[in-house]
């Protein structure tokens, strides 16, 4: 429990000084924002700063902060360090640079800030790979509470052979259509108040648990062991580095999060909201990412005899184990979330928290398919001033969507090879977007700064090129030599953004001064 407590208190400490260090380091003032100088009542629409920051934690809190950690702690108590150091130096800067870059940029969105930073070759092959995982996003986030609502609210199988399991799906896509097409104080801002309070409740409750109820929790100093599980035996065998940080990403670090930034820069009414909004609404999302962890690695410590989870090796792997109907079955990581809901918060509270959990995904999902739209009029030059206009560019995009997720839902290994992808790709987007983020502060004049998003820049250039390097979804090049060839990548790429940034080009040093 006290490596848990630790990283609890590096997150929120180190959050607050180190948010309080990147404010000042971008300098945020009292010009108008796009909200004001671009207001067109559709996605550009003041609101108030407590709402801007609820809709911004969940958009970015998909099923990220929730099935990431609940596979991240197989790798150990590491984890409970890992995440929050991982939040506060790299997911948070991440956020608030992009989203206050963006503001800067009268709104821009991620494709737009790297073509005036990287040119037009990085912004084509960016626009091509964020329309990808904008989509991967929609189809893993409709997938996912899809089966969670059928399997852990209803009671049902949640097969493709169920005609319930479409019922459901096809009303979480009515959702998506309209927050799509709606404008975005109709919808979104309206109902995401409502949704975060749920969230963050749900959190909170399992938060509190883990203390009133004393569950067991390994600490680095000990022996990372419990209930016969070998965490120390998972970290070695499963290779830490690079798979953890592909697997733990939205607690930690998510590039996706940089397309849901934009939509929300373009509703705040000053820059100065940008901190709370962006940066500590990363560090809240941390949090969840830490409850999720340590309630998972507190049911693998009660056990299933004590309706927590048993960890057995099976000719996959690991996998997780609980007590269904008096026997012992196999469940999948989206079950795991009901495991640890009904035993810390009981059949009532459960269900809330649950529900909870099901919010993350779908207020994720529908803003996935907002930025997929609004990036694909952007690139061709479609206006969305109109309803109908939404509704041609927006139709094509959710018929491709359901067809993939028919063929995930009946190809046993489809939905697998959907989320590695996902998670892979996820943390590449952040590599482009912490390039673009460290080109720019270097042309407005910010250049003795250019470390704080190269360091993470760097590091994940190196995780992300050795995990395709290495993974079965990759190249499959053995894991020492994939090591060397991701830090080659990264020490590459690094070079460039430092010779890049120093050639002027974009907007030039000076130019966000009033």
């Known amino acids: 429990m006290q490596t848990f407590i630790i990283g609890l208190a590096i997150l929120l400490v180190g959050g607050f000084f180190y948010g309080g260090f990147c404010q000042k380091i971008f300098g945020p003032d009292d010009r108008k924002t796009p909200a004001y100088t671009k207001s067109d009542g559709v996605d550009y ?31 150990g108590p590491i984890a409970f360090l890992s995440i929050p150091i991982g939040c506060v130096i790299g997911g948070a800067v991440h956020d608030y640079f992009c989203g206050m870059i963006s503001i800067r940029e009268g709104g821009s969105q991620m494709p737009e800030i790297l073509r005036k930073n990287t040119g037009e070759v990085i912004h084509k092959i960016y626009t091509v790979f964020v329309v990808l995982v904008l989509f991967l996003v929609g189809v893993v986030f409709t997938y996912t509470p ?56 749900s959190a909170v409750g399992v938060f509190a648990m883990l203390f009133v109820k004393g569950y067991p929790l390994a600490n680095v100093w000990d022996a990372w062991s419990l209930n016969g599980f070998d965490f120390g035996a998972y970290f070695t065998a499963e290779h830490f580095i690079p798979v953890f940080f592909i697997t733990v990403a939205c607690g930690i670090l998510s590039g996706f999060h940089s397309t849901q930034i934009t939509l929300v820069t373009r509703t705040l009414e000053s820059e100065r909201e940008g901190r709370l909004t962006f940066y500590d609404m990363m560090i809240a999302e941390g949090f969840i990412a830490l409850v999720w962890a340590a309630g998972t690695m ?41 495991v640890v809901c009904r035993e810390m918060l009981g059949p009532i509270g459960g269900i809330i928290a649950i529900i909870g959990v099901i919010l993350l995904p779908v207020t994720s999902g529908d803003t996935a398919f907002r930025s997929l739209r609004l990036i694909l009029a952007d690139a061709m030059h479609i206006p969305q001033d109109k309803g109908i206009k939404r509704i041609l560019l927006a139709l094509p995009v959710f018929l491709l969507a359901i067809l993939v997720l028919v063929w ?107």
Request: glycine content about 12%.
């Open 298 to 338: 507190a049911m693998i410590g009660i056990g299933a005899e004590n309706a927590g989870i048993t960890m057995q090796m099976t000719e996959g792997g690991w996998a997780y184990f609980a007590m269904v109907n008096g026997a012992l079955q196999k469940i999948s990581a989206t079950s795991v979330v009901g």
């Open 45 to 75: 629409v003041p609101m108030p700063k407590w709402k801007n920051a609820l809709i911004n934690l969940l958009n970015i809190a998909g099923t990220g902060p929730i099935l990431g950690p609940i596979q991240g702690i197989l790798f």
């Open 146 to 201: 899809g089966d969670i609502l059928a399997t852990q609210i209803f009671g049902l199988s949640g097969a493709a052979t169920d005609p319930a399991t479409w019922i459901i799906i096809g009303c979480i896509f009515g959702y998506y259509l309209v927050a799509t097409l709606f404008p975005i104080d109709k919808i979104i801002g309206r109902i995401y108040p409502v949704f975060g309070a749920v969230l963050l409740l």
């Open 408 to 514: 995930a839902k009946f190809d046993a290994n489809g939905f697998n090879t959907i989320w590695r992808y996902f998670g892979w790709s996820n943390q590449t987007l952040s590599v482009f977007a912490l390039a673009a983020i460290a080109i720019w502060l270097m042309r407005h004049g910010k250049g003795k700064f250019v470390w704080v998003p190269m360091i993470v820049m760097s590091f994940y250039a190196f995780v992300t090129c050795s995990y395709i390097f290495n993974a079965k979804i990759g190249f499959r090049i053995p894991y020492v030599p994939s090591l060397v060839m991701g830090a080659v990548c990264a020490v590459l790429l690094a070079a460039a953004v430092l010779i890049w940034g120093r050639k002027p080009g974009g907007e030039e040093k000076g130019s966000d001064q009033r």
